[in-house]
């Protein structure tokens, strides 16, 4: 059986060739042809582009690069602050911001600021503090400012645990003050009335030990105080404090009704001896607040994060913006492909006009894209 015979593919070949030969010629002429616009267009566009980049003011940029110990606060949380706008207003009220942005209102000037800050933190935990400005010299110390800024915040807010239960014993003081000032006066104005004789040992020794049980549960309290700063429901030693406490409420209780009910004391020494014991209670309430405020003073030190500046800003030399070789460039090439684009587009309707049947076609076509 004869072997079937294949196809001359050579003309095939030949006119495919001939095509992209036609095509390539073509797209050259057309290149040629606007050879002013596609080359004298990106060149004018550059020089316009350098011209306005030289009106354009420089603006530079410092940088310093802080480490913060967060031993009780994340680092998420120190670049909230950063962000805040308790850090906007004080640079702001620092530097005085509002005519160097030359904005009408504090709200534009902090979102001015806002836009001249960026802060990131890196993968090893350093936090990059970057500010932008005119001057070279307000933007070193502005970066340089945060970290000083940031440790005052830190502090003033009180983040820590140690921080806030300080704040809670300080509220309470006042109060403590005030009451143990008026049992001392309570006392005194009793000594002053007289009628008070000595009582017999027994009941010496029960003003005693009542007196000693009001110390412990003033100094239980205080104890509760300063371990219910956060969650106390959780805290196992809080509910055991708690259930001593009460256990010491019911020691006094007794105490104090085998107090009353000796019968051997008269009303002025009974009033006489509750004076001095709760003069005793305030007293020692009192002076634990002000040991447990001294505690949490020196807790909050340590425990209050340390900015650590691994780098200061330095005054920049160089400007950081405007980017004026890359604006030029960018410029020039995006005129050079409208040129191009420009070109064939006006090569493809000059060959329009002189086909009639590509004239009907485009005819056509804008007659459906008409909008009725």
């Known amino acids: 059986m004869p072997e079937p015979t294949l196809p001359n593919l050579s003309p095939y070949k030949h006119d495919d060739m001939m095509e992209d030969e036609i095509s390539l010629l073509d797209l050259a002429i057309t290149l040629a042809k606007h050879k002013k616009l596609i080359i004298g267009l990106p060149f004018i566009v550059a020089m316009l582009a350098a011209v306005g980049t030289l009106i354009i003011p420089n603006t530079y940029t410092a940088t310093t690069r802080v480490l913060p110990s967060v031993a009780a606060i994340p680092k998420e949380t120190l670049v ?21 942005y030359q904005t009408r209102s504090h709200l534009s000037t902090r979102k001015a600021l806002q836009d001249a800050v960026k802060i990131v933190i890196a993968k090893d935990g350093v936090i990059d503090i970057s ?7 307000r933007a070193a110390l502005m970066a ?33 003050k005030h009451v143990f000032d008026q049992a001392e006066l309570d006392l005194n104005s009793v000594r002053r009335g007289g009628g008070i004789d000595k009582s017999d040992e027994r009941v010496q020794e029960l003003v005693r030990k009542s007196s000693e049980l009001k110390a412990k549960i003033a100094m239980k309290e205080v104890e509760l105080v300063t371990m219910g700063v956060f969650d106390p429901a959780r805290n196992p030693n809080y509910i055991r404090t708690q259930q001593e406490l009460s256990d010491l409420w019911s020691e006094f209780s007794k105490v104090d009704n085998s107090t009353m009910t000796t019968g051997k004391v008269s ?23 002000l040991k447990q405020i001294e505690i949490a003073k020196a807790d909050e030190i340590k425990e209050t ?4 500046v691994l780098e200061r800003a330095d005054i920049p030399e160089q400007h950081s913006k405007p980017k004026r070789a890359m604006i030029v460039m960018t410029s020039a090439l995006a005129a050079g492909f409208l040129a191009i684009l420009w070109a064939f587009i006006a090569e493809a309707l000059q060959k329009t006009k002189a086909d009639e049947k590509r004239k009907a076609g485009v005819h056509l076509l804008l007659t459906y894209l008409h909008w009725k």
């Open 267 to 289: 009303d002025a020494e009974l009033d006489y001896l509750r004076k001095i014991r709760d003069l005793n209670y305030n007293e020692t309430r009192y002076d634990q607040l």
């Open 80 to 100: 909230s602050l950063l962000n805040s706008q308790l850090m906007s207003d004080s640079l702001i009220h620092r530097f005085r911001l509002q005519p160097v």
């Open 305 to 308: 994060p340390s900015i650590q």
């Open 144 to 176: 340089n400012s945060f970290p000083v800024i940031l440790q005052q915040i830190t502090h003033n807010f009180g983040l820590t645990e140690a921080a806030q239960r300080r704040r809670l014993l300080e509220r309470q003081l006042p109060d403590a």
């Open 131 to 137: 500010v932008d400005d005119k001057s070279p010299q």
